[in-house]
């Protein structure tokens, strides 16, 4: 069976533009949570979405939003990129919310000159 | 909020030999899990072990075990027999019952053959 994937896998933007990322959960799994790791230290949560709503935020500004799809895809959206944008996107997939081990793609590399 | 720490940025241990790696957190949560995840450079997030707050024995997978002491708030992985494929950045992270994951800042173990 297929993991998470992610796509695209590496980015290049240009500060002010906006961006968007792409997931698939693993089949059957209908949680999906965005994570951005910055070069050096550990993931941060952004956002979780279970059953096409917004379960959890994390502390990110208003440029970022995602949403979920009737298929439980999900898409992450940056706006008016900042250099300290930069980063590895991670999103994971859960059968639920609660008490389940959560799956990691790959990641997307999104590069802001 | 949760806040989760390794105090070490690095690690090394000689091939075949046993290192631990150290993790502290602080929370006021009663119902956790806490959580080692491996990223190898190929990026993907690779859970190791999970432990639930709320057993008093040790989780154990294979060569990886952790002491976990919920009074202090400690939460430490042992990996026995080292290998050179355990080279890695190693996550400590910690959730709640949502199931968002508070990541510390890894520790970076290499293997020396």
């Given amino acids: 069976d297929a993991g998470v994937t992610q796509s695209p896998t590496h980015l290049i933007k240009t500060r002010g533009q906006h961006v968007t990322l792409r997931c698939s959960p693993i089949s059957g799994h ?61 999103c994971a997939s859960s059968l639920a919310q609660g008490n389940q081990p959560q799956h990691f793609g790959d990641g997307t590399r999104l590069s802001i000159l | 909020a949760q806040t989760v720490t390794q105090s070490q940025p690095e690690m090394s241990v000689q091939e075949a030999e046993t290192v631990t790696l150290s993790c502290t957190y602080d929370t006021s949560e009663s119902d956790y899990y806490l959580f080692w995840y491996k990223q190898p450079p190929s990026r993907q997030m690779i859970l190791v072990i999970r432990q639930e707050a709320y057993k008093q024995q040790n989780a154990t997978e294979n060569r990886f075990s952790v002491n976990f002491q919920k009074a202090a708030k400690s939460f430490s992985l042992k990996i026995s027999d080292s290998q050179l494929g355990d080279a890695a950045m190693y996550f400590c992270a910690f959730s709640d019952a949502g199931n968002m994951l508070t990541f510390g800042g890894g520790t970076r173990l290499m293997v020396k053959p």
């Avoid at chain 1, 550990?42 to 208003?62: L, V």
Wanted: charged share 20%; net charge neutral.
């Fill in chain 1, 30 to 90: 209908k949680s999906v949570s965005w994570y951005q790791q910055v070069l050096g230290q550990g993931p941060q949560f952004i956002f979780q979405y279970y059953e096409k709503e917004e379960r959890g935020r994390g502390n990110f500004p208003d440029r970022f939003s995602a949403r979920q799809f009737p298929n439980y895809s999900s898409e992450l959206n940056v706006n008016a990129l900042l250099l300290g944008d930069s980063a590895l996107y991670l």
